[in-house]
C-alpha cells in the first residue's frame, strides 16, 4: 500500500517538474517571438523616420533659398533707391553749390560798390565838418559867444521855462487835490470823531497816598527804617517823605509797580499793622489786585472796541497800557480811541473794520513792555505782534504808524491817521515848554536852511510858519516849489500832532528919488 502510495507521489512529483518545464519553454517561445516581432516594427518605424527626416530636410532647404533669393532682390532694390536718392542730392548739392557761387560773386561787387560809397561819404563829412566849423566860428563871432556858452544860455533858458510850467501844473494840481481832498478827509474824521468820545486822564511818574495823621509817616519808616526799605525792595519804587502833611509821595517809572506800592500802603494803613512780615502779605495781595484789574482792563478793552478770540497774553499786555501814560494821554484810552475811529473810516472806505479796529486797539501794545524790554515801542509792537501770530496787515500797520516804514496798506494809513486824530485833539496830550521851544527852533531852522530864504518865524504854538523870502532869488512860480520842499522837510525832520502851515511871502518894491 505504501509503495503504491510512494510511486503515485513519485508520478505526480515527476509530471508536476515536466508540466513546469514545458510551461517555462513555451512561454520562451512565445517571448522570442515577441521580441522578433517587436525588432521588426522597430526597424519598420526608424526606416519610416529616416525617410520623414530627409524630406523635412529637403523642405527646409528649399524654403531657405527661397528666403535668401526673396532677401537680396529686397536689397538690390533698397540699394538701386539709395543709388537713386544720393543722385539726386548730388544733383541738388551742384545746384546750390553754383547759386551761392553766383551770390558771392553778386555780393562782391556790392561790396566794391559800398566800399566806393563809404569813401565818398567820408570825403562828404569831411567836407560838411569844415563848412560846419566854419559856420560856427562866423556865428560865435556874430553873437560873440563861444558854442558853450550859447548851450548853457539855451539850458538855462529852457530849464527856467520847465520850472516855470511844473511850478503852474503842480499848483493847479494841488489846488484840485486839496480841495478834493480836504473835503472827504474832512467828513470822514468829523463823522469818526463825532462818534467816538473818550475820556482822557492825565498821569506823571508819582503818586500820592494820603495819610491819616502825620504820626503815621514814622510807623512806614518803621525802625531804623527797615518798613520803608521792605516796601522799597518789594515793590522797586522809592518812597518820599517830606514835609508835605498827611500825605506820602510814591516815586516811580513804571507805573504798574507803582499802583502795587499805592494799593500795598492804602492796606497797610488801613489795617494799622505795619511790619516786615506783614508787608510782604500786603504786597503779594496788592500783586495779585493789579494783575486782576490789568486783565479785566483787557478783556473791557477788547470788549468795548468789538474783538473777539483775541490770545490772552495778548490781552494782559492789552490791560498793562491802563497803567502807562503817553505826554500825559492814557495809552490804553488812547489805543481804544484809535481802534473806534480806524474802524469807522475803514467803514466809510470800504475795508475790513475788524482787522482796522484790531490794528488801531494794538498799535501801540509795545509800550507795555518799555520797561522791561530794550528798543523802541514800534519795534517792540511787531515782535509781540508776531510772537502771538498776528495778522500780517496787523503787523505792518503797527509797524508803519509812525512811519518807521512807509505805510503799504489802507489799514496802515488809516491807523496812522485815526492815531493822529487821537493824539492831536485838544487837550488830549501835553507838552512840556523846553520840548515845545525846541519844536519851534527846529521849524524855523529847517526854513532857513533852503536857499532864497530871508528869515522865518514859527506863530500860532507852532500851527503856522511865515517865511520871508528874497525876491530877486525867488519868483513867485518858484515860490510854491519851495513851500513843497519845505513841507517834505519838516515832514520827514520833525514829529508833530495835527498839521502845520507854511507860509511864503515875497515882497517886491519899486524904489526911486526925485532930484
Do not use: W
Not at 551761392?100 to 553778386?106: D, H, M, P, Y
Not at 473777539?308 to 494821554?329: A, C, D, F, P, V
Amino acid at each position: 500500500m505504501l509503495v503504491k502510495f510512494l510511486i503515485a507521489t513519485a508520478a505526480f512529483v515527476i509530471g508536476a517538474v515536466a508540466g513546469i518545464a514545458f510551461g517555462i519553454m513555451y512561454r520562451k517561445r512565445i517571448a522570442e517571438g515577441k521580441i522578433g516581432s517587436a525588432e521588426l516594427e522597430a526597424s519598420r518605424i526608424i526606416e519610416e523616420a529616416e525617410k520623414t527626416a530627409e524630406s523635412k530636410k529637403k523642405e527646409a532647404l528649399l524654403e531657405a533659398k527661397e528666403e535668401i533669393i526673396r532677401q537680396k532682390n529686397e536689397a538690390d532694390r533698397e540699394a538701386k533707391e539709395r543709388r537713386n536718392e544720393l543722385s539726386r542730392l548730388e544733383k541738388r548739392a551742384i545746384s546750390r553749390e553754383e547759386t551761392l557761387e553766383r551770390k558771392i560773386e553778386g555780393c562782391e561787387r556790392k561790396e566794391e560798390a559800398l566800399n566806393k560809397k563809404i569813401k565818398e561819404n567820408s570825403d562828404l563829412t569831411e567836407e560838411i565838418e569844415q563848412i560846419k566849423q566854419q559856420q560856427v566860428e562866423k556865428l560865435e563871432s556874430i553873437a560873440q559867444m563861444t558854442c558853450e556858452q550859447a548851450k548853457t544860455e539855451l539850458v538855462e533858458k529852457i530849464a527856467g521855462e520847465a520850472r516855470h510850467d511844473a511850478a503852474v501844473k503842480l499848483s493847479e494840481i494841488e489846488a484840485q487835490l486839496k480841495d478834493d481832498a480836504e473835503a472827504r478827509a474832512r467828513d470822514l474824521i468829523t463823522l469818526a470823531i463825532q462818534r467816538c468820545a473818550s475820556d482822557h486822564v492825565s498821569e506823571v511818574t508819582v503818586s500820592v497816598v494820603p495819610l491819616p495823621s502825620d504820626d503815621m509817616k514814622g510807623r512806614i519808616i518803621g525802625r531804623e527804617g527797615r518798613n520803608i526799605r521792605t516796601i522799597e525792595t518789594l515793590t522797586g519804587v522809592e518812597l518820599i517823605i517830606d514835609d508835605t502833611p498827611e500825605a506820602i509821595t510814591i516815586s516811580g517809572f513804571d507805573p504798574v509797580r507803582r499802583e502795587i506800592a499805592r494799593i500795598a500802603l492804602e492796606k497797610l494803613i488801613s489795617d494799622g499793622r505795619i511790619h516786615p512780615a506783614r508787608i510782604e502779605e500786603m504786597v503779594e495781595k496788592a500783586k495779585k489786585e493789579v494783575e486782576t484789574s490789568i486783565r479785566q482792563a483787557g478783556e473791557r478793552a477788547t470788549f468795548d472796541v468789538g474783538i473777539h478770540g483775541m490770545n490772552s497774553e495778548l490781552i494782559k499786555l492789552l490791560g498793562r497800557l491802563k497803567y502807562r501814560t503817553s505826554y500825559g494821554q492814557n495809552v490804553l484810552t488812547h489805543s481804544i480811541e484809535v481802534a473806534h475811529i480806524a474802524g469807522i473810516i475803514a467803514d466809510e472806505l470800504g475795508v475790513d473794520s475788524t482787522i482796522a479796529k484790531c490794528a488801531g486797539l494794538l498799535h501801540d501794545i509795545g509800550k507795555a513792555m518799555t520797561q522791561e524790554i530794550e528798543g523802541s515801542h514800534v519795534q517792540i509792537g511787531v515782535d509781540i505782534a508776531k510772537k502771538y501770530k498776528e495778522n500780517k496787515d496787523i503787523i505792518h500797520a503797527i509797524e508803519a504808524h509812525h512811519n518807521d516804514v512807509e505805510p503799504r496798506t489802507l489799514v496802515a494809513m488809516i491807523v496812522q491817521a485815526a492815531d493822529a486824530v487821537s493824539a492831536a485833539r485838544p487837550g488830549a496830550r501835553r507838552e512840556d515848554l523846553e520840548n515845545y521851544l525846541k519844536r519851534l527852533e527846529k521849524l524855523e531852522e529847517i526854513a532857513d536852511s533852503f536857499p532864497g530864504v530871508d528869515k522865518s518865524y514859527a506863530i500860532q504854538a507852532g500851527r503856522e510858519i511865515r517865511i520871508m523870502v528874497k525876491p530877486e532869488e525867488v519868483n513867485d512860480e518858484q515860490m510854491v516849489i519851495v513851500a513843497r520842499d519845505i513841507c517834505k522837510k519838516i515832514e520827514s525832520s520833525l514829529e508833530y500832532p495835527g498839521q502845520i502851515k507854511i507860509s511864503l511871502i515875497r515882497e517886491s518894491r519899486a524904489v526911486d528919488y526925485a532930484k
